[in-house]
Antibody, heavy 123, light 111 residues
Framework: EVQLVESGGGLVQPGGSLRLSCAAS????????MHWVRQAPGKGLVWVSR????????NYADSVKGRFTISRDNAKNTLYLQMNSLRVEDTAVYYC????????????????WGLGTLVTVSS | QSSLTQPASVSGSPGQSITISCTGT?????????VSWYQQYPGKAPKLMIY???IRPSGVSNRFSGSKSGNAASLTISGLQAEDEADYYC???????????FGGGTKLTVL
């Protein structure tokens, strides 16, 4: 069974940094694209970033480009999100998600999601 | 502001059918058959309900169906049940600088 467990969230002051982790288990992590998606309190889902299987292809939402860095360690089955220069508007629950996989086919959409970790940016 | 447009809320009575619309552009919904729908209960993680416009993942009730026409997609839930009351989000692959976009979400109320 696919399991994704995010950690590293917490309270940070504007301008500060945090590193989120997403520990994966129950599947072959190194063969899946991975995503970060966030949700501000009471608001909708917003895609943040994605990384391909070996880290050679990375994309970011314009709102985090230049401030956030996605990475992965396939040996540790872990996805990361380094967040620098944090702003109040970055306050959200951050989810990691895999691509959807079924019967030997990897689909483009986000299939399995973790429970999320809350990041609060406030002075 | 979300890239895809959804109604903020819809409602229906048990047993009825409802449809949630999702309007995008020729750069996302209109360009790719990569529209997905997610169900989210308060405080919970999203759950994939439909992918590639109209395909249901294993375990998702056949009361849920998806379709697309031009730049707009829709999710239909038939035989509405109390357990369907949740937030629903559409998403689409996009050719813009942001490869994935979501709608603002629709709160479904079962009366």
């Amino acid at each position: 069974e696919v399991q994704l467990v995010e950690s590293g969230g917490g309270l940070v002051q504007p301008g500060g940094s945090l590193r989120l982790s997403c520990a994966a288990s129950g599947f072959t992590f190194s063969t899946f694209w991975m995503h970060w998606v966030r949700q501000a309190p009471g608001k909708g889902l917003v895609w943040v970033s994605r990384i391909n299987t070996d880290g050679s292809t990375i994309n970011y939402a314009d709102s985090v480009k230049g401030r956030f860095t996605i990475s992965r360690d396939n040996a540790k089955n872990t996805l990361y999100l380094q967040m620098n220069s944090l702003r109040v508007e970055d306050t959200a629950v951050y989810y990691c998600a895999t691509n959807y996989y079924l019967s030997g086919t990897y689909y483009t959409t986000m299939g399995s999601w973790g429970l999320g970790t809350l990041v609060t940016v406030s002075s | 502001q979300s890239s895809l447009t959804q109604p903020a809320s819809v409602s229906g009575s048990p047993g009825q059918s409802i449809t949630i619309s999702c309007t995008g552009t020729s750069s996302d919904v209109g360009a790719y058959n990569y529209v997905s729908w997610y169900q989210q209960y308060p405080g919970k993680a999203p759950k994939l309900m439909i992918y590639d416009v109209s395909i249901r993942p294993s375990g998702v009730s056949n009361r849920f169906s998806g379709s697309k026409s031009g730049n707009a997609a829709s999710l239909t839930i038939s035989g509405l049940q109390a357990e369907d009351e949740a937030d629903y989000y559409c998403s689409s692959y996009s050719s813009t600088s942001t490869p994935w976009v979501f709608g603002g979400g629709t709160k479904l109320t079962v009366l």
